[in-house]
């Protein structure tokens, strides 16, 4: 029996939209007690924060095929040092996860290596080829807790639309990618002055907004639980809106990059900067930022992408999308608490308690009897980042040699230190 109090903790309960000191006692990976009397090992916070612990959705593991890039034990690192204590999975590996078989493998190789959780995802589709669904109920008794084919995009709507009635059939919750296909193809940057300044080839925020009307008119027809995994212009949030007033089933999220970074950022063709979808205008970082505050989108992710030195030392137009996230995603989150743009209660929310809600996963809250799946961490705290310091296998972080605030401390899983 192993019991552990923090004490002098700036306790950040996301349920209860409170940031107040006190103390926390945890038993056997358990919260038994808030503000009780210390017991056990005495941990003295000193004042610094202490959360639930991040849950991170989308995050791209390259196991199996890509292993080059991320393994289950350099991400689950990096997971640590970030305060992530809980990763959900995509499918888009080599193979694609779309077989129990290939589920387990995923599985058993999370269970052996990482220090944090892991839940992974399934294909959507048979190789996430957006023809054939796959076998969702074997698939969800082995373990996926979403289905997704990722940044493919099913163009079919018969076969979107069987896939979203079958999923509806047997409770399964849909990821998917808003985007019209025929207008992202081929596309680097989002359209504008900055774009035709630069000659890169660009696509217009509305083929977000085309994306996500079809997909809402889908989940209306079907009554299917819907997450779009990664919105980032302010014209898709209106269709957001009013099927959330409608009383559709629908959640939606956002890359902790849009929030923090614009199109600007990519200055002279820098492609630790190019994403899926582009950095957005300001108004439109802008609009991200006050969705999250207002609880318009649910939840924050870090969308972690890693991609080795080659695919990205390229001309931007053929550099390779994607950015790593697991270790900045709390420090980059801080910029929205410095900029006064919403408190550290309402960010967890969408960080932490909003994904384990969503996606049926424990933790996410400081309350009794609930995981002790925590983070300890100095929002204040000044640094550098050095991109070769991250613990991933890939370094690709468009915040290499930013000035960043934001420190943790620690991070405990069932009540088990894994960094710090």
Not at 53 to 78: L, M, N, S, Y
Not at 285 to 301: F, P, Q, T
């Amino acid at each position: 029996m192993t019991i552990r109090t923090f004490i002098n903790a700036r306790l950040i309960d996301p349920e209860a939209g409170t940031d107040a000191m006190g103390s926390l006692t945890i038993e056997d990976g358990a919260i038994i007690a808030r503000d009780g009397r210390p017991a056990g090992e005495v941990i003295d916070c000193n004042g610094k924060c202490l959360a639930p612990g991040i849950i991170d959705i989308g995050v791209k593991i390259g196991e199996p095929g890509e292993r080059h890039k991320e393994g289950f034990r350099t991400a689950g690192r990096a997971a640590a040092a970030g305060g992530v204590t809980t990763m959900v999975t995509r499918p888009d590996t080599t193979p694609a996860i779309d077989t129990p078989e290939t589920l387990d493998f995923v599985k058993r190789r999370a269970r052996e290596r990482a220090p944090v959780r892991v839940h992974p995802m399934a294909a959507l589709t048979k190789g996430r080829e957006g023809r054939e669904m796959v076998e969702m109920g074997f698939l969800m008794d082995a373990g996926a807790v979403a289905f997704t084919d990722c940044d493919h995009v099913i163009g079919d709507n018969k076969v979107f639309s069987r896939a979203m009635t079958y999923a509806r059939s047997v409770g399964a919750l849909i990821m998917a990618h808003p985007q019209d296909p025929s207008l992202t193809s081929g596309s680097a940057v989002t359209s504008g002055k900055f774009a035709s300044l630069r000659g890169l080839p660009a696509v217009s925020p509305m083929a977000e907004r085309l994306g996500l009307e079809r997909d809402m008119a889908l989940v209306e027809m079907t009554g299917v639980r819907y997450h779009a995994d990664n919105l980032s212009t302010a014209a898709a949030l209106p269709a957001l809106e009013r099927a959330k007033a409608a009383g559709l089933d629908v959640t939606a999220g956002v890359n902790i990059h849009h929030l923090t970074l614009n199109e600007l950022d990519v200055g002279d063709y820098r492609t630790f900067f190019k994403l899926k979808p582009p950095l957005r205008s300001e108004d439109d970082r802008k609009a991200m930022v006050e969705a999250v505050a207002s609880g318009l989108i649910d939840i924050v992710c870090s969308m972690h992408t890693p991609q080795d030195e080659e695919s990205k030392r390229l001309p931007f137009e053929e550099a390779a999308s994607g950015a790593v996230g697991l270790q900045t995603i709390l420090p980059a989150a801080m910029r929205l608490i410095h900029d006064g743009s919403m408190d550290l209660p309402t960010l967890w929310r969408a960080l932490s308690t909003n994904p384990a809600k969503r996606f049926g996963l424990p933790g996410g809250t400081l309350a009794e009897g609930r995981r002790a799946d925590l983070v300890l961490f100095d929002p204040d705290a000044p640094f550098v980042l050095n991109r070769f310091t991250l613990e991933s296998k890939s370094k690709n972080t468009p915040f290499d040699e930013a000035r960043m605030q934001g420190n943790v401390l620690g991070t405990w899983v069932g009540g088990q230190r894994v960094f710090g």
